[in-house]
Nanobody, 123 residues
Framework: QVQLVESGGGFVRTGGALTLSCTLS????????MGWFRQAPGKEREFLGA????????NYADSLRGHFTLSKDNAKNAVYLQMSGLQPEDSAIYYC????????????????WGQGTQVTVSS
C-alpha cells in the first residue's frame, strides 16, 4: 500500500510561482505513473499532467503546457509540480495521485490519492 502526502501549497501573488511536492511512502514498487490534479470550489476535478515514476516521461493537459512542469526524484520518493505565471483562476486544492496502469497518462485509473494542498493566488 502506498501513501501520498502533498506539501508546498500556500498563498502566492498573481504572476508568481510555486512548487508543490508529493512524497510517496510504503510499497512504491508497483507505481507506474504519478499524476497531479486540482479542484476549485464548485468545479470538477481537473487533470493537470502525469509523469512516469520510472521513465520520467511526461504528459500535460493541453491547456497547461508551458505553465506547469512535472519532475521527480526517486531517491527522495517524490514528485514535483512547478507552477509559474499563476493567476487567480489557478486557486484550488492540488492533489497528487498514483496509478499502476497506462490509462493514467490521460487522467484515468488512479487508485491512491493524497489529502491535497491548498493554493491561493491573489493580487
Amino acid at each position: 500500500q502506498v501513501q501520498l502526502v502533498e506539501s508546498g501549497g500556500g498563498f502566492v501573488r498573481t504572476g508568481g510561482a510555486l512548487t508543490l511536492s508529493c512524497t510517496l511512502s510504503g510499497d512504491t514498487f508497483t507505481t507506474l505513473i504519478m499524476g497531479w490534479f486540482r479542484q476549485a470550489p464548485g468545479k470538477e476535478r481537473e487533470f493537470l499532467g502525469a509523469i512516469g515514476w520510472y521513465s520520467g516521461n511526461t504528459n500535460y493537459a493541453d491547456s497547461l503546457r508551458g505553465h506547469f512542469t512535472l519532475s521527480k526524484d526517486n531517491a527522495k520518493n517524490a514528485v514535483y509540480l512547478q507552477m509559474s505565471g499563476l493567476q487567480p483562476e489557478d486557486s484550488a486544492i492540488y492533489y497528487c495521485a498514483r496509478s499502476e496502469v497506462p490509462a493514467a497518462w490521460h487522467g484515468k485509473s488512479y487508485d491512491t490519492w493524497g489529502q491535497g494542498t491548498q493554493v491561493t493566488v491573489s493580487s
